[in-house]
């Protein structure tokens, strides 16, 4: 079967850094996707790998590595507004989307 | 805003209704897709359509009647629904169906409520 796998819920404190990680076993790989989805909010597109090390883009960074079937999502300097669910999804051997349950990530002040 | 909308936001239902989902796309995609999103679960893929054909199935109970009748729109239909069904209902574009790089737009869902 296909699985991905992250924590459920992370707390932060505001202008911290935060790393979320993603496992994932699945048939075939062909990038993954990681998304934000603030609450009754449509989820949207934070960050793609297909090659192993790290993207970054602004405040947040999205590493992978093939090998091991894992990857994270860094967030630094932490912003109220960050507070918001974040989805992993693995593209397959199909080129279907496998998605995690998510992460919800709490910040506090 | 992503471009995609949906109609309703919000739906409340008894078991022996009829109601359509709606989803429009403004992005000149060629796939659109249906998935039902429950409470600390992945997202559950139920329909693709590529190119106004029906490319995926997941094995959704036929309750569920998904409609695409062009490329920018996308129903979903609802009959005699159970409260487990009861879900965000959430619809996506993508520029293909089919490819490694396949960024999906989302519309900001349907959330159903089945009494």
């Known amino acids: 079967g296909q699985n991905i796998d992250q924590p459920t819920e992370m707390t932060a404190t505001e202008g911290a850094i935060v790393q979320i990680n993603c496992t994932y076993q699945?048939?075939?790989?062909?990038?993954l996707f990681w998304y934000q989805q603030h609450a009754g909010e449509a989820p949207t597109f934070l960050s793609y790998n297909v090659l192993d090390g790290l993207e970054e883009k602004g405040r947040f960074s999205s590493f992978l590595s093939r090998s091991k079937g894992y990857s994270y999502l860094l967030l630094k300097e932490l912003q109220m507004k960050d507070s918001a669910s974040y989805l992993c999804?693995?593209?397959?051997?199909?080129?279907?989307?496998?998605w995690g349950a998510g992460t919800k990530l709490i910040i506090k002040p | 805003e992503t471009g995609v909308t949906q109609t309703p936001r919000h739906l409340v239902m008894g078991m022996t209704n009829k109601k359509s989902l709606k989803c429009e796309q403004h992005l000149g995609h060629n796939a659109m897709y249906w998935y039902k999103q429950s409470a600390k679960k992945p997202l559950e893929l139920m329909f693709v359509y590529n190119f106004k054909e029906q490319t995926e199935n997941n094995s959704v109970p036929s309750r569920f009647s998904p409609e695409c009748p062009n490329s920018s729109h996308l129903f979903l239909h609802l009959h005699t629904l159970q409260p487990e069904d009861s879900a965000l209902y959430l619809c996506?574009?993508?520029?293909?169906?089919?490819?490694?790089?396949?960024?999906?737009?989302f519309g900001p869902g349907t959330r159903l409520t089945v009494l």
């Open positions: 999804a693995v593209v397959d051997s199909n080129y279907q989307l496998i």
């Open positions: 996506a574009s993508s520029q293909d169906w089919s490819a490694d790089y396949n960024e999906q737009f």
């Open positions: 699945t048939s075939g790989f062909n990038g």
